[in-house]
């Protein structure tokens, strides 16, 4: 069964700390790995999409990393503010680009 | 571009009546993907479409889920005889596949039809 793992579940920080959001993935055959925002009660923001060729993406203060070999992609939001709060999701692509998601991490940066 | 539009926003409904929702995806975006997430958790796969094609359905989708997208651009999704297990955020999503695009792209998410089965 492929499977993807968020861990932790929620994640409290003080503003201005970095967060470190990891995603775990089982399957290495993966065609792409993305990471999403989710607001409560709304849909999903595409954040970053990392390709199976690459090792990373940066959009701003957000950067994402992708091993493979161990299953395993990395979110960093440099700098956080309250506005980052909000629920992050990790995908993997695979054929049709068909997503499966992890749980997600429930971020809160207090002021 | 007005982004991707689900109606309604919310429905609620009794234990076996049928519902359908709506999604209407950014134009011209050739592929349409339906989620399905419960309180908590992350969207699960349901079904998707390239343009009028329905290219694959999860096995989450029973007899009861049927979705259509006749023209290749709106879709729908209806529910029959809907159980209380089906209370749920649907969601849609379409992406702009082109064939030497490489692996993947991006998704963009509507903002989702919350079913409420009593």
């Known amino acids: 069964k492929q499977e993807v793992t968020q861990i932790p579940a929620a994640l409290s920080v003080p503003e201005g700390e970095n967060l470190v959001l990891n995603c775990s993935f089982t399957d290495s055959a993966i065609y792409n790995l993305q990471w999403f925002r989710q607001d409560p009660g709304k849909g999903l923001t595409s954040l970053l999409l990392?390709?199976?060729?690459?090792r990373e993406q940066t959009s701003g203060r957000l950067n994402a990393s992708l091993d493979k070999s161990s299953g395993r992609s990395t979110l960093y939001i440099a700098a956080s503010q309250p506005g980052d709060s909000a629920t992050y999701l990790c995908?993997?692509?695979?054929?049709?680009?068909?997503?499966?998601f992890g749980g997600g991490t429930r971020v809160l940066v207090k002021p | 571009d007005t982004g991707v539009s689900q109606n309604p926003r919310h429905k609620i409904t009794k234990r076996g009546q049928n519902v359908t929702f709506r999604c209407d995806p950014i134009s011209e975006h050739n592929r349409l993907y339906w989620y399905r997430q419960t309180l908590g958790q992350g969207p699960e796969f349901l079904t998707y479409?390239?343009?009028?094609?329905?290219?694959?359905k999860s096995r989450l989708l029973s007899d009861r889920f049927s979705a259509e997208r006749p023209k290749g651009s709106f879709s729908t999704l209806e529910i029959q005889r809907t159980e209380q297990g089906d209370s749920a955020m649907y969601l849609c999503a379409s992406s702009d596949y082109q064939l030497a695009g490489g692996l993947g792209e991006t998704q963009y998410f509507g903002p989702g039809t919350r079913l409420l089965v009593l």
């Open positions: 995908a993997r692509g695979a054929a049709g680009n068909k997503l499966t």
């Open positions: 990392i390709q199976s060729s690459q």
């Open positions: 479409f390239q343009n009028e094609a329905q290219l694959e």
